[in-house]
């Protein structure tokens, strides 16, 4: 069900697309004449100060709120008002759609090795269960546990599967480790830091699903036939959640530029970065641009619910929208992480320039990669490409092929010595050493990095919202969408970010 709330005081009342459920448009007679106001001058009206007041919002909201600001609880409900709110006063109609889901809740988790407790994480959507075992270890190959052969001359019948990350999706190594017979399944890290991964939803989990770090999983391999026991208590619980959508009353609406953060954080923590940057950023171009200023393609901003839980708000908005509403999106453009405290800058390979991983985005996307490099440029920062992993908000847009871009400082990748050099910071240090933690807080945001890519949104945002013609002539040449998968995309297990993923 959607809720439209706050309407606001300028022009015709517009309502937005009901995310999850059959959508219609709504169309409120005009109570005044709307008089367009020239948008903000990118970067000059923007104010980091400004982006920081939300930031410091947040994180007071958590603060009263259990220390989180996840899904489904008080303090994301008051981070919704919070948006809401200061959208309202910039001029903005808003609306709040709901939608339901399956929420996760882990109430313990206890793994021992040879009666030695090892520190692990419970995959989100993973099932209950005390098992004790003998430890088995999956070879580690190209597959690494994806495929029944990569089982071959191992028994893991009536073990605890060691399966190292890698090649697909989380869900899908427990998924085959029980076909083999396994009681439980422990997954370790191949990059440094913690595992914090998601099966993709209440149905994936089929064992008891644990991870790990890279050094425990390496440490874990020399013990193969060693008695371990997992103890993971967890339920289930159907909540109701909402997005926050909000669109110019100016512009085309047949030619929408659509830019989106999640709202939400993970439980362990106030999620300043993870994703009150993207949040912030967000919302302050949007404050900058106002709810009628003189643009020729109308703008609509998105604050997404249920990201880390595996892009559940974005996926539902999306999947409510018709083919007609779909196509009416010129482009998607997406922040999630936009001040990890050793900061890189990247923009979202959307033409695959650096061959890696899931190829290029919809055509279209290699422009809109473009102009966030040439923003970031201009300040006189040097960018590099990140893969679309399926690991943020983009993925149910790029799965049905509406062009998407976006910037990302980094997660739990490690900075390479060549990156220092370049941006400052540490090498051999990840982007953000407090992702999904209780660390990630006011004290861990690059403050400098957070300045020149909120810049960077405002930029793009405002140079599309004149004219996308080079996104759009490019889009309308091209034919289906591309091959992506938006369910299983908030597991996949690459190096990108997003969320819960461990991904990210």
């Known amino acids: 069900m959607m809720r439209v709330r706050n309407v606001g005081p300028r022009g015709a009342v517009k309502a937005l ?9 709504a169309v409120v007679p005009a109570t005044a004449t709307a008089v367009p106001t020239q948008p903000a001058n990118p970067g000059e009206e923007l104010n980091v100060n400004a982006v920081n007041r939300h930031l410091a919002a947040f994180q007071r909201i958590a603060h009263q709120n259990d220390g989180n600001r996840a899904s489904g609880t008080s303090g994301y409900q008051a981070s919704v008002d919070y948006v809401v709110s200061k959208l309202r006063d910039a001029g903005f109609d808003v609306s709040t759609p709901e939608f339901r889901y399956t929420k996760y809740y882990l109430e313990s ?3 021992s090795v040879g009666g030695e407790p090892v520190e692990a994480s419970a995959m989100e959507y993973s099932p209950a269960g005390n098992v004790t075992a003998p430890l088995s270890v999956v070879p580690a190959d190209d597959s690494t546990g994806c495929e029944a052969t990569d089982y071959e001359g191992t028994d893991v019948a009536g073990t605890i599967a060691l399966i190292k990350r890698g090649a697909c999706t989380f869900a899908k190594k427990q998924r085959i480790a029980s076909e083999q ?8 890290n191949n990059v440094d830091g913690a595992l914090n991964g998601t099966l993709g939803g209440a149905d994936a989990g089929v064992i008891p699903t644990a991870g790990v770090t890279k050094a425990v999983g390496e440490q874990l391999v020399g013990q193969a036939g060693t008695e371990a026991t997992l103890n993971l208590q967890a339920r289930f619980d159907e909540v109701t959640t909402e997005n926050v959508v909000a669109q110019t009353s100016t512009g085309n609406p047949e030619n929408v530029v659509m830019a989106g953060a999640h709202l939400d954080s993970v439980a362990e923590g106030a999620g300043i970065n993870d994703n009150g940057t993207g ?15 003189d643009i020729n393609n109308a703008v609509r901003f998105a604050w997404w619910g249920a990201e880390e839980s595996g892009l559940i708000g974005s996926t539902k908005y999306v999947q409510g929208l018709s083919s007609e509403q779909q196509s009416k999106i010129a482009m998607y453009l997406n922040f999630d ?3 990890s405290p050793n900061a890189g800058y990247f923009a979202y390979d959307g033409d695959n320039s650096d061959g890696v991983g899931a190829g290029p985005g919809p055509k279209g996307s290699g422009a809109i990669e473009q102009a966030f490099v040439d923003a970031l440029n201009s300040q006189g920062v040097e960018v590099e490409g990140t893969d679309f992993t399926g690991r943020s908000d983009y993925g149910p847009f790029i799965a049905n092929g509406i062009p998407a871009g976006g910037l990302f400082t980094g997660a739990e990748g490690v900075k390479t010595q060549a990156q220092a050099e370049k941006w400052g910071g540490e090498a051999g240090k990840a982007y953000d050493p407090n992702y999904h933690t209780v660390g990630d807080d006011m004290d861990n945001v690059d403050r400098q990095a957070l300045k020149r890519n909120t810049k960077a949104i405002a930029m793009v945002v405002t140079k599309y919202a004149q004219n996308a013609e080079e996104v759009t002539s490019v889009r309308a040449n091209s034919v289906g969408a591309q091959s992506f998968t938006t369910s299983s995309q908030a597991s996949q297990e690459s190096q990108g970010h997003t969320c819960q993923l461990p991904l990210k």
């Open 17 to 25: 697309v009901a995310a999850g459920a059959a959508t219609a448009v």
């Open 109 to 111: 988790i206890e793994l």
């Open 181 to 188: 017979g396994a009681d439980a399944a422990i997954i370790y």
């Open 279 to 293: 949040s912030a950023g967000l919302l302050e171009t949007a404050i900058q641009l106002g709810g009628s200023p």
């Open 337 to 339: 992480m936009i001040g």
